[in-house]
T-cell receptor, first 110, second 114 residues
Framework: QQPVQSPQAVILREGEDAVINCSSS?????VHWYRQKHGEAPVFLMI?????EQKGHDKISASFNEKKQQSSLYLTASQLSYSGTYFC???????????FGAGTRLFVKA | EAGVAQSPRYKIIEKRQSVAFWCNPI?????LYWYQQILGQGPKLLIQ????????DSQLPKDRFSAERLKGVDSTLKIQPAKLEDSAVYLC????????????FGPGTRLTVT
């Protein structure tokens, strides 16, 4: 079952914040986040393995609510380099494969 | 550390022809994935290998697609015969552990079927 991402697209000005959501109808073991720039391969951002855990890297962080089967990616003080498509990938309890959402297109303008 | 290698980078074929893609994962990575990414969509898992065994191929169209990973290292994905709807980017990825680990993606092969 493919996870649902929202919003589908977002346009920001440099320095603004954004939140990208990912939800699943199935019990999740982990959530992965990747960013893909146009014409390039997806690049790993972070993986969340425990319910309620928040992880962060610089100004990009994420949370995972195991009970709600949801994850959110937080981009703070966005930079031009944040532009791209963000994918969440979910792994269900007992499964070993990652199913990716349809992606959220993020565009940061100066 | 060398990344995931894929070849060719681009391929144009006519429908009903056959095509093969090659992937060499990061050294020591036991898990290898083949994804199909249609323009504007997320990567769709076609097949997942753990060493040289298949873990999941539930979304592989087995009447036309085949994949192998001999000796648990590099892998080939074949399409025979190709259809117009096979036009996509084929991404290979690898990880050191099955599932619960970051995946490293190769540059992909862009296939156009005319």
């Amino acid at each position: 079952q493919q996870p649902v991402q929202s919003p589908q697209a977002v346009i920001l000005r440099e320095g603004e914040d954004a939140v990208i959501n990912c939800s699943s109808s199935k019990a999740l073991y982990s959530v992965h986040w990747y960013r893909q720039k146009h014409g390039e391969a997806p690049v790993f951002l972070m993986i969340l393995l425990k319910g309620g855990e928040q992880k962060g890297h610089d100004k990009i962080s994420a949370s995972f609510n195991e009970k709600k089967q949801q994850s959110s990616l937080y981009l703070t003080a966005s930079q031009l380099s944040y532009s791209g498509t963000y994918f969440c990938g979910t792994e269900t309890t007992g499964g070993f494969k990652t199913i990716f959402g349809a992606g959220t297109r993020l565009f940061v303008k100066a | 550390e060398a990344g995931v290698a894929q070849s060719p980078r681009y391929k144009i074929i006519e429908k009903r022809q056959s095509v093969a893609f090659w992937c060499n994962p990061i050294s020591g990575h036991a898990t290898l994935y083949w994804y199909q990414q249609i323009l504007g969509q997320g990567p769709k898992l076609l097949i997942q290998f753990q060493n040289n065994g298949v873990v999941d191929d539930s979304q592989l169209p087995k009447d036309r697609f085949s994949a192998e990973r001999l000796k648990g290292v590099d892998s080939t994905l074949k399409i025979q015969p190709a259809k117009l709807e096979d036009s996509a980017v084929y991404l290979c990825a690898s990880s050191s552990r099955q599932g619960r680990d970051e995946q490293y993606f190769g540059p992909g092969t862009r296939l156009t079927v005319t």
